[in-house]
């Protein structure tokens, strides 16, 4: 072997030990990447695992030091003497009085009708206001448009008095109009509809006007399919916190037979159960089963929740 062969041979050795050396830290970067991860998601999903096992777990054990990881005995009892405990109660919505159920499964009608409603005049204000503040110029459009922005810095709390004073002077108290009205619009949903609209080219606007549409027909037919992506999200966004609304509801509705399912789970936990923790996480666990069946159907669009509105216009 001559010198220069035996030179290009210790180069490729070289070459190809530094590729394998490089290749084994990426793979160890890569597993303890994945390790982290792994053990991140096992941290925070715990709650939610214990959540189910304390539903499942007999109502003697719930408190049993030290606790079951493993529920040894699991048993639905705690879900049915929910549903037989809550009582019956009366669908008051659309005046349907002569339709009565179990008050479990009546507070799941009424969150459900009250998230769709709400959702559904969310995406209809919000994108109203969005395509206004974004195609259309009127005197003082940027000062309204900050000002909606400035009502973020308002907590919720603060306006908790006043809204319940208005809803108590149009006597809306203990009625489903009442909580929905302060709800028909909000800042974010404008705020996201605005940043996407306006992202939009204007020529597609001037082009279906020179076709004789009007103004609800240039927004009906041109801007809604193409916002689409962004009312979806809102849409969503709306949805799960309308599912999991507890301080207005309480505050709004009295009759135990208009409860929402977060309203009427407390009920029962300050009147009746007591501290027994199989029967509160019960009902947790099934109001939280309908919003984790939504998350992973709409996944990918709470993910591009995260980009929708932080297009620069």
Same mark, same amino acid.
């Given at each position: 072997m001559t010198a220069k062969q035996v030179t290009q041979t210790t180069a490729g050795a070289a070459v190809s030990q530094s590729y394998r050396l490089?290749?084994?830290?990426? +793979?160890?970067?890569?597993?303890l990447v994945m390790i982290f991860l792994i053990l991140a998601a096992a941290v925070s999903l715990f709650p939610l695992y214990w959540l189910f096992v304390t539903a499942i777990t007999p109502a003697t054990a719930t408190v049993k030091l030290p606790p079951e990881i493993i529920p040894s005995n699991p048993t639905l009892d705690n879900i049915t003497n929910l549903i037989q405990l809550s009582g019956r109660g009366k669908l008051r919505v659309l005046n349907l009085e002569n339709i009565q159920m179990s008050r479990m499964l009546l507070w799941f009608v009424n969150t459900l009708l009250l998230a769709l409603i709400s959702t559904a005049l969310h995406v209809l204000f919000d994108t109203m206001a969005g395509y206004a503040f974004a195609k259309r110029r009127f005197p003082g459009s940027s000062l309204f448009f900050w000002m909606i922005l400035a009502a973020l810095m308002i907590p919720g709390q603060v306006t908790l008095v006043p809204l319940y004073l208005m809803i108590t002077q149009m006597k809306l108290v203990n009625t489903f109009l009442g909580v929905l009205? $302060?709800?028909l619009a909000d800042v974010i949903g404008i705020f996201l509809l605005k940043q996407y609209i306006q992202t939009m080219p204007s020529e597609l606007e001037e082009a279906a006007r020179m076709d004789g549409a009007s103004e609800w027909q240039t927004f009906l037919s041109v801007i809604? $399919? +193409?916002?689409? $992506?962004?009312?979806?999200?809102t849409a969503i966004f709306s949805f799960q916190r309308y599912w999991n609304a507890f301080l207005w509801p309480l505050v709004v509705l009295q009759n135990p037979d208009l409860f929402t399912l977060q309203v009427g789970l407390s009920y029962l936990y300050n009147s009746e159960f007591g501290t027994n923790y199989g029967l509160l996480m019960s009902g947790a666990a099934l109001a939280s089963i309908p919003m984790i069946i939504f998350f992973f159907m709409f996944q990918r669009y709470f993910m591009q929740g995260l980009r929708v509105g932080a297009v620069k216009g």
């Open positions: 490089q290749r084994i830290q990426q +793979l160890t970067g890569r597993a009205a $302060p709800g809604v $399919p +193409l916002a689409a $992506p962004a009312m979806a999200v």
